[in-house]
């Protein structure tokens, strides 16, 4: 099942995070995620966490259509976001609306969750409509395609471990069975070879975000 879980933050694209989750079959929002689905015309099938951060009138517009809402108190071992992920079953595919351009922690938190849970095998990528990251956890892989501009992407690759047996098609600066470290450069702002719309990238051990941006 294909489940659009909605979190708060600056920066989203509506448009784009609207035409998504209305191809989900499940939506829920985080807290102030539910402004978010809100400002989508997106309708959540129901609310969870502390609502310490949702706008008044939004709480009182889904209790008036009867979302139900699932409250945890403000002080918790997780985040909205995570015991919204948390609580879905395994094997759900799992967007998760964010900020990627807001409170560095709250956006760091974000993609180690989404590779910790991506470990254990959850199928999970964050979005804010304008940039895109997934997790990768070796042995692993990803293959995009169809890429409409592809010239105006870029793709970075950020290890979050010793990344070993890197493998990349489709991109300009190609890696075959590439080692990365955590904090080097080498695989930052890559982009789709000329002529393209697709690429395909391996890693065989180690944790790491393919992060696609705009350029």
Do not use: W
């Not at 989900?24 to 959540?44: E, K, N």
């Not at 919204?84 to 799992?94: F, G, T």
């Not at 351009?101 to 590779?115: E, F, K, Q, Y």
Request: proline content about 6%; glycine content about 8%; some cysteine.
């Amino acid at each position: 099942m294909r489940v659009a879980v909605f979190a708060g933050g600056p920066g989203i694209d509506t448009d784009r995070v609207s035409s998504i989750a209305s191809s989900c079959d499940i939506v829920i929002a985080a807290d102030s995620g539910a402004d978010v689905a809100a400002a989508c015309g997106i309708m959540p099938s129901k609310v969870v966490g502390d609502m310490d951060s949702i706008d008044p009138d939004t709480m009182e517009f889904l209790k008036g259509k009867r979302v139900p809402f699932e409250v945890y108190p403000v002080e918790k071992d997780m985040t909205d976001s995570e015991i919204c992920v948390s609580e879905l079953p395994a094997d759900d595919e799992v967007t998760l609306i964010c900020s990627l351009t807001g409170r560095p922690d709250h956006v760091l938190s974000n993609m180690m969750m989404a590779i910790r849970m991506h470990e254990k095998g959850r199928d999970i990528t964050l979005t804010d409509g304008i940039y895109d990251f997934i997790p990768l956890c070796g042995p692993d892989s990803i293959s995009i395609d169809g890429i409409q501009d592809p010239d105006a992407l870029a793709i970075s690759l950020i290890p979050f471990t010793e990344v070993k047996g890197v493998t990349s098609e489709g991109l300009y600066y190609k890696l075959d069975d590439t080692n990365l470290t955590p904090g080097s450069s080498l695989s930052v702002s890559n982009k789709v070879e000329q002529g393209g719309n697709s690429f395909t990238i391996t890693v065989k051990q180690g944790k790491m975000g393919v992060l696609i941006v705009p350029v």
